[in-house]
Antibody, heavy 119, light 110 residues
Framework: QVQLVQSGAEVKKPGASVKVSCKAS????????IKWIRQAPGQGLEWMGW??????HYTQKFQGRVTMTTDASANTAYLELRSLTYDDTAVYYC??????????????WGQGTLVSVSS | QSALTQSASVSGSPGQSIIISCSGD?????????VSWYQQHPGKAPKLLIY???KRPSGVSNRFSGSKSGNTASLTISGLQTEDEADYYC??????????FGSGTKVTVL
């Protein structure tokens, strides 16, 4: 069964960093692009960037503050976000390209990881 | 990159058809045939409904259909059912390896 399972909820203080994992099963993660999307409470979806193999592509908003990586041996992708502010409180999703080589739509999605930034 | 524009809410009675629109410009919706649509129920991850403007993944009901005219994409839900009550998001390729989502539409089944 093709699925993505993300790590559990995190509570961080402003200025800290968080690292969210996204473990793949049923397919080889590095054969597909993995997208990262976040959703603030009560808000819409926000695209953050993606990684293909070991090549990351970040949207300008998060440049310098985000790192996306993959660990082929663990079949897992990671999202690290640094210098957290209250505005980073959101559910963070990973999602796989629907088909290898076709990166414009995404299935499946992970279940989401809630990151709460609170003092 | 600003979010694509969607109506905040759309409603309909069971069995009716509704249309959700998604407006962008030539740098996103109008410039590529790469619009997708996602359905999100409360507390759940989004689910892919339509890709490349009008294609349905296996397992998605044929009550969902997509189209595009110029800079506006549309999602039609036919034969509205209670389980269709959810939030719907469009998403478009925006060049340079980037994507942009719509602002989201809440569908209410009356």
């Amino acid at each position: 069964q093709v699925q993505l399972v993300q790590s559990g909820a995190e509570v961080k203080k402003p200025g800290a960093s968080v690292k969210v994992s996204c473990k793949a099963s049923g397919f080889t993660l590095t054969n597909y692009g993995i997208k990262w999307i976040r959703q603030a409470p009560g808000q819409g979806l926000e695209w953050m960037g993606w990684i293909s193999g070991h090549n990351p592509h970040y949207t300008q908003k998060f440049q310098g503050r985000v790192t996306m990586t993959t660990d082929a041996s663990a079949n897992t992708a990671y999202l690290e976000l640094r210098s957290l502010t209250y505005d980073d409180t959101a559910v963070y999703y990973c999602a796989r390209d629907r088909e290898a080589g076709y990166g414009s739509s995404w299935y499946p999605w992970g279940q989401g990881t809630l990151v709460s930034v609170s003092s | 990159q600003s979010a694509l524009t969607q109506s905040a809410s759309v409603s309909g009675s069971p069995g009716q058809s509704i249309i959700i629109s998604c407006s962008g410009d030539g740098s996103n919706v109008g410039g590529y045939n790469l619009v997708s649509w996602y359905q999100q129920h409360p507390g759940k991850a989004p689910k892919l409904l339509i890709y490349e403007e009008n294609k349905r993944p296996s397992g998605v009901s044929n009550r969902f259909s997509g189209s595009k005219s110029g800079n506006t994409a549309s999602l039609t839900i036919s034969g509205l059912q209670t389980e269709d009550e959810a939030d719907y998001y469009c998403c478009s390729y925006a060049g340079g390896g980037t994507y942009v989502f719509g602002s989201g539409t809440k569908v209410t089944v009356l």
